[in-house]
């Protein structure tokens, strides 16, 4: 069985001077929600086009469900929202999916009336395309990319134009997309949404795979995290954390210590405070963000290729 | 792949018929097509039923028995020989060697065939106003514009990309669109026969036509062979066409945007069927170039045949049906490699913009 939905081996797509993907090996399993970041230009878009066959390889090879790249038919197990939902104008919304779902030959037009009102288009769904608004247009291209219940879909930037009503809506929907077997790929330049939507997380940077992992461990690998404490004593505190090999750092901060040490070892630092009669009054994990660990991995990747 | 072919072609099917442009260029053509045939009608009354001559040159030959005069409908009917009678044998051979100059350069080849004269009249007017379109050269351009745009529009408004990312395939993406357009050709060459019917209908029961039959088969003419005539032009127009929607199609692959692509085939068109001709007139040598050509090779390949008046009246060298066979399949096949090639190598971008 097919472990891997997709594989890259060492991709890579030069445009004349300039290398928008560059060496990218990754692997994305069956069956979770993945996250595709990276600053602006870092090559997203052009990866997504490339696995959907929109552009060819400069070098390197991918493969799909196990297949290599070229097999036609591996994309009828695709679904896919690239950059903006572009559609004929001159159709309705309704229209043009009942267009894919013709030449894809699959599903039932009553598939179509339950797309339309997943991704909250009922009542429009017959209006022409060229009369939605920018929001519209996205659900539309969210529910083209579920069309023919599609085992790998592709979302790039789907909450794009969306109300912040809409963006709750269309992160659940994913959400839910990631559950059984289906894989999401999904791009975004909203890093916390990513970080509630995604099991997992690709990171590139320059066209370059920067890190690769579930978002936890990712997190919980990109350094020491930060412990505030408050003391009966932050003198005599500051003091005695100085000397344990296991704390990286100590500073005062205001009217409490900001020790940066693993949060697991918490217990061990209360105890040795306690053994010498300094008591903790408040204790308060600071963990990072996928946003912060985001801008410190692109940051060390940007200068790494300068 | 056949199947896959086919619903390809129902999907491209689905989405043009619910658009203006093929519907506003039927139009054109149907316009056209009806001109033609009430305009024969118009001047077959003014001429008070001496014939549908459109004609207005003759040629005048004094002799010193008697003065003569010929028209183009004289040639076209093969009466030449009944209007130099009267003069002597010397001056019938200088008549006859200067109408050989005169005849070509005057006489349009809009009316190289016998069915002219019956261009409002059933069954010769279901066909003869088509052949009269075709040979302005319209069809042509509005197929090449309704080819371009069945591609470039999806560059426009960036649906290419979709499409493609559903795993169609390129050629097979193209194939459907350019076998939609023969097909919608086929189309309209229905509606314009049809209509051609019931004008011809309507020509001949309104007046001031009573006693004009409704039906006239021409002399040596039978049904069997006129419907055969018919239908050997409608096949032979369509293959005609062929060569100009692989060329609108290659225009948009090369450029990625519909108005260059347009403009580039008209371009194209325009200066191969009118520009190069007159230029290769110049020298003998340069003529034998013409028969290359794309466009006069066409035009030989939808004649209506060789008949007396057609052969006395083709002035310039024109190519013969079978090499007219071969090149317009070597054009066809030439731009459908390369637009299938470029197409297929081309890295497919977001919306160019309508």
Redesign the interface.
């Known amino acids: 069985m097919d472990e891997f939905v997709i594989q890259t081996d060492r991709l890579t797509k030069r445009y004349k001077n300039v290398v928008a993907v560059d060496d990218l090996s990754m692997e994305i399993r069956r069956g979770r929600v993945y996250g595709l970041l990276g600053p602006n230009g870092s090559g997203k878009t052009t990866t997504m086009?490339l696995l959907?066959?929109?552009?060819?390889p400069t070098s390197g090879t991918f493969s799909l469900f196990g297949y290599n790249h070229g097999h036609?038919?591996?994309?009828?197990r695709?679904g896919?929202l690239?950059?903006?939902s572009?559609?004929?104008?001159?159709?309705s919304g309704y229209?043009n999916l009942?267009?894919?779902q013709?030449?894809?030959?699959r599903g039932s037009e009553g598939e179509l009336e339950s797309l339309v009102d997943r991704v909250g288009l009922a009542g429009r769904g017959h209006d022409l395309f060229r009369t939605y608004s920018y929001g519209m247009k996205q659900r539309l291209g969210i529910a083209?990319s579920l069309l023919g219940d599609p085992d790998l879909v592709f979302l790039d930037e789907p909450t794009n134009g969306l109300d912040p009503e809409g963006m709750i809506e269309v992160r659940e929907l994913i959400k839910s997309l990631g559950d059984g077997s289906r894989t999401v790929l999904l791009s975004s330049h909203l890093l916390h949404e990513v970080e509630q939507v995604c099991d997992s997380v690709t990171i590139i940077s320059k066209g370059r795979l920067i890190a690769q992992g579930e978002v936890s461990q990712l997190i919980a690998t990109a350094g020491s995290e930060q412990i505030r404490i408050k003391t009966t004593d932050n003198s005599k505190a500051l003091q005695l954390l100085s000397t344990p090999g296991w704390i990286e750092d100590v500073s005062m901060d205001d009217d409490s210590l900001l020790i940066t040490a693993p949060i697991e070892r918490s217990a061990e630092l209360t105890a040795a405070l306690a053994n010498a009669e300094v008591y903790v009054a408040e204790m308060v994990p600071i963990r990072k963000s996928l946003e912060e660990y985001f801008l410190e991995v692109t940051g060390r990747g940007n200068e790494g290729l300068q | 792949m056949i199947a896959h072919l086919l619903t390809l072609i129902e999907g491209e099917w689905f989405k043009l018929r619910r658009r203006w442009l093929p519907w506003i260029l039927l139009a054109v053509m149907v316009l056209v097509s009806q001109a033609f045939l009430w305009g024969f009608y118009a001047v077959y009354h003014m001429t008070e039923g001496e014939g549908t001559n459109t004609f207005l040159s003759d040629y005048q030959y004094t002799g010193g028995t008697a003065t003569i005069q010929v028209t183009c409908s004289d040639l076209l009917d093969g009466r030449l020989r009944e209007r130099i009678h009267p003069l002597s044998k010397e001056e019938r051979l200088i008549v006859e060697g200067e109408i050989s100059e005169w005849g070509p350069k005057e006489c349009s080849d809009y009316a190289s065939e016998p069915e002219k004269f019956f261009m409002f009249v059933l069954p010769t007017s279901i066909v003869g106003n088509i052949y009269l379109v075709f040979l302005t050269g319209l069809p042509f351009i509005l197929i090449m514009i309704l080819s371009a745009s069945l591609l470039g529009s999806e560059y426009g408004w960036g649906t290419l990309r979709i499409v493609i990312s559903r795993g169609l395939g390129r050629w097979q993406l193209i194939s459907a669109k350019l076998v939609l357009c023969v097909l919608v050709a086929s189309g309209w060459l229905v509606v314009m026969v049809l209509l051609n019917i019931v004008s011809s209908i309507l020509a001949g029961i309104i007046p001031p036509d009573e006693g004009v039959s409704l039906i006239v088969i021409p002399e040596g003419d039978t049904w069997a062979s006129v419907l055969s005539a018919f239908g050997k032009f409608i096949g032979k127009v369509l293959y005609g066409t062929v060569p100009y929607i692989c060329l609108g199609a290659f225009f948009v692959v090369l450029t990625q945007s519909t108005a260059q692509g347009i403009s580039l085939s008209v371009i194209t068109y325009v200066a191969e069927a009118m520009v190069v001709p007159p230029l290769l007139a110049i020298s003998e040598k340069l003529e034998r170039i013409n028969e290359g050509l794309l466009s006069s090779n066409v035009r030989e390949w939808i004649s209506l045949g060789d008949s007396e008046a057609a052969v006395a009246l083709k002035g310039a060298e024109t190519p013969d049906i079978l090499q007219a066979f071969l090149v317009i399949l070597a054009y066809s096949l030439v731009m459908l490699v390369a637009l299938m090639w470029l197409f297929q190598r081309r890295d497919l971008s977001g919306p160019k913009g309508e």
Do not use: K
């Open positions: 086009g959907l066959g929109l552009q060819a036609r038919d591996l994309l009828r695709v896919a690239v950059e903006n572009s559609f004929y104008p001159y159709l229209q009942r267009y894919f013709m030449i894809s030959g083209l």
